[in-house]
């Protein structure tokens, strides 16, 4: 079994900082992309960023040149860093790993728990 771990969030004023950390442990092979989505109230969740076990990565337009993502493939824990935020940032921001359980087997999607980010006055 895979577990996702999330720390890093609060509440914090309007272009403050924060950075959000996710740890996967468990049994598992490898772990190929890594990302971050959000979910404000009664909206869809979505994508916020991901890196591939390669490095690559991808960002929302809505927080390009804010946010920035990376991670440690020696403790499996992927990183969010996010500057200048904003009010309509504030959501719950949830982890996912895609993980492979052998060398065989195709990858699942694991989730984390979530992580409140609160951006206010």
């Known amino acids: 079994q895979v577990q996702l771990v999330e720390s890093g969030g609060g509440l914090v004023q309007p272009g403050g900082s924060l950075r959000l950390s996710c740890a996967a442990s468990?049994?598992?092979?490898?772990?190929?992309?890594m990302g971050w989505y959000r979910q404000a109230p009664g909206k869809q969740r979505e994508l916020v960023a991901l890196?591939?076990?390669?490095?690559?990565?991808n960002y929302a337009d809505s927080v390009k040149g804010r946010f920035t993502i990376s991670r440690d493939s020696n403790t499996n824990t992927v990183y969010l860093q996010m500057n200048s935020l904003k009010p309509e940032d504030t959501a719950v921001y949830y982890c996912n790993a895609d993980v492979s359980p052998s060398k065989w087997s195709r990858a699942y999607r694991y989730w984390g728990q979530g992580t409140q980010v609160t951006v206010s006055s």
């Open positions: 468990g049994s598992f092979f490898s772990i190929n992309a």
């Open positions: 890196i591939t076990s390669g490095g690559s990565t």
